[in-house]
Nanobody, 123 residues
Framework: QVQLAESGGGSVQAGGSLRLSCAAS????????MGWYRQAPGKQRELVAM???????NYADSVKGRFTISRDNAKNTVYLQMNSLKPEDTAVYYC?????????????????WGQGTQVTVSS
């Protein structure tokens, strides 16, 4: 019903920048929550940045001041601007969204995940 398409990952040297994007498409009624997680090998998946249902933002302490989440509501798209990248930012970054869809005559919410995009930061 809904697809999350991620793009923008790649390899960059420490101190560089990348911009990730995630576009939701399909039979979307509304987006309740949308943002980014990341997971490095052997480590727990962690929240990076998120738009809450109230429109506020949450950031992991490790990325505050370096990463900025933004959105284009008309395009059902969120972005993650990553500046001053560090090797410890290396991970697979996943778009995550709680999206309301119309099923028959009912509105229901579902949790969606993108396929992930690799971000590699070299020293």
């Amino acid at each position: 019903q809904v697809q999350l398409a991620e793009s923008g990952g790649g390899s960059v040297q420490a101190g560089g920048s990348l911009r990730l994007s995630c576009a939701a498409s399909g039979s979307i009624f509304s987006i309740n929550r949308m943002g980014w997680y990341r997971q490095a090998p052997g480590k727990q998946r962690e929240l990076v940045a998120m738009f809450t249902s109230g429109g506020s933002t949450n950031y992991a302490d490790s990325v505050k001041g370096r990463f900025t989440i933004s959105r284009d509501n008309a395009k059902n798209t969120v972005y993650l601007q990553m500046n001053s990248l560090k090797p410890e930012d290396t991970a697979v970054y996943y778009c995550n969204a709680d999206i309301w869809v119309v099923v028959t005559t009912q509105i229901q919410g579902y949790d969606y995940w993108g396929q992930g995009t690799q971000v590699t930061v070299s020293s």
